[in-house]
């Protein structure tokens, strides 16, 4: 298996949902990356996490809630989110190695709307 | 000042010819460089990753690192219409930090 995956393809949701990212990798790596993209603009980094620990969060608001139960898997919890929210959340997953930003490998998206 | 500048194009070149991408840093610590491929409504793709001064080559695609002028570059030889997207640089640095460009839209033209 040599991809990343991410559910749903597509999200809408109202500003008071809550609801969640998934993403999921079986290549071994062990840093997975959240960003978020909007239109005509490079993806913006949002959180890193090294061997299922988070290392880096871009200071990113608490209505995103990141989660990594094991080596394969990072979720993105979703909760009161705004319009401004809207984007494509991209996941990201890189192999081992001696720095935290290796060759990424993304996954296809999230397209998400909010409401 | 941004740490990885790009040309934001639009860059039109004919089918055949050679694309150059030109990418342009300030982080003197920096350690590793990659360009990204990202087709329209698409996710980005990785096509070459650079560490060390000189040319890497892989395929129809080169990229060319200069770390005393702080630059890296990306040739796309016998340019192809789908070739046409948009090519991130990005780079990483001795400091676990990393930054992606803003893009370089390309358009070959058939």
């Known amino acids: 298996d040599t991809e990343v995956t991410q559910t749903p393809k597509h999200l809408v949701m109202g500003m008071t949902n809550k609801k969640s990212l998934k993403c999921e990798q079986h290549?071994?790596?062990?840093?997975m990356y959240w960003y978020k993209q909007k239109a005509k603009k490079p993806p913006e980094l949002m959180f890193v996490y090294s061997y299922e620990k988070l290392s880096i969060n871009e200071s990113v608001p608490s209505r995103f809630s990141p989660e990594c139960p094991n080596s394969s898997l990072l979720n993105l919890h979703l909760h009161a989110l705004q319009p401004e929210d809207s984007a494509l959340y991209l996941c990201?997953?890189?192999?081992?190695?001696?720095?935290?930003?290796?060759?990424?490998?993304f996954g296809p998206g999230t397209r998400l709307t909010v409401t | 000042q941004k740490e990885v500048e790009q040309n934001s194009g639009p860059l039109s070149v004919p089918e055949g010819a050679i694309a150059s991408l030109n990418c342009t840093y300030s982080?003197?610590?920096?350690?590793?460089f990659f360009w990204y491929r990202q087709y329209s409504g698409k996710s980005p793709e990785l096509i070459m990753s650079i560490y060390s001064n000189g040319d890497k080559e892989d395929g129809r695609f080169t990229a060319q690192l200069n770390k005393a002028s702080q630059y890296v570059s990306l040739l796309i030889r016998d340019s192809q219409p789908s070739d046409s997207a948009t090519y991130l640089c990005?780079?990483?640095?001795?400091?676990?930090?990393?930054?992606f460009g803003t893009g370089t839209s390309l358009t070959v033209i058939p």
């Open positions: 290549m071994g790596h062990r840093a």
């Open positions: 990201a997953s890189s192999p081992p190695s001696t720095s935290l930003f290796h060759e990424q490998y």
């Open positions: 982080d003197r610590v920096s350690q590793s």
């Open positions: 990005a780079e990483t640095n001795t400091g676990n930090q990393f930054y």
